[in-house]
């Protein structure tokens, strides 16, 4: 597939222009072969990442996480040598930060709650909000993420033993622990500052990594494109345990 017509495609379907406060230069930050074959799906940009993608013949590279931050950086040290598995392998890198925490069908919250078996679901932040469809035991629900990123999700129950209403929002949103009003708030990674004011609030929190809880989009995005033009696909996977 041409490359600059998959760049235009995703632009529109993953809707980057609504979301102009999010400073990590989303969209086709590496250009690469302008004829696509293969896509990779990767959570970060990282130098193990780009590895993988050259010896897997990937020459278009879908991650959350990009190389950019809205701050210039010397290329240098690794920074050069990321580029330079890139350059080698002529691999597009293409970043979609915040469009796909948000995006209704691929985006990582959306893909959890389903997976979850929650209904009813809304946009909340770039996160959703939903439910279970019958009030659901705390530990259920830690045992079900866990057993869909493979990891032990970390719980702090400052609420009911039993929780229906839930919002997810993947990634470090610990800080939105003062203001969710849900029994059961899901994301990615702890804060400190977030521990008190959960028991506090009776919030229930569930840590699911910040790694584990951003896979989904990822891997749905890419699956998208494989259905929608034949693309093959590959998962790059370089758990952080964070």
Partial sequence: ???DELVRYLDRYLNLAAFPQDPSLNGLQVEG?????????????AEATFQKALEEGVDFLLVHHGLFWGKPFPIRGHHKRRLELLFRGGINLYAAHLPLDAHPEV????????????V?????D????????LPTPL???ADMLGQLTGMQPLVHQGGRDQVQEVVIVSGGAAGLVGRVEAELFITGEPKHSAF????ERGLNVIYAGHYDTE??????LAAHLEERFGLPWVFLDHPTGL
Avoid: C, I, S, W
Wanted: avoid cysteine; charge should be positive.
């Fill in 33 to 45: 072969k302008e004829a696509v074959h293969k896509v990779g799906a990767a959570v970060d940009a």
């Fill in 1 to 3: 597939m041409d490359r």
């Fill in 139 to 141: 530990v259920q629900v």
């Fill in 126 to 133: 770039v996160g959703v909000r939903g439910r279970f469809p």
């Fill in 196 to 199: 008190h004011e959960t028991f």
């Fill in 120 to 124: 009813d679901l809304e946009p909340y």
């Fill in 215 to 220: 896979v989904f989009g990822v891997k749905a």
């Fill in 107 to 118: 985006g990582n919250n959306f893909v959890l709650a389903r997976a979850l078996g929650l």
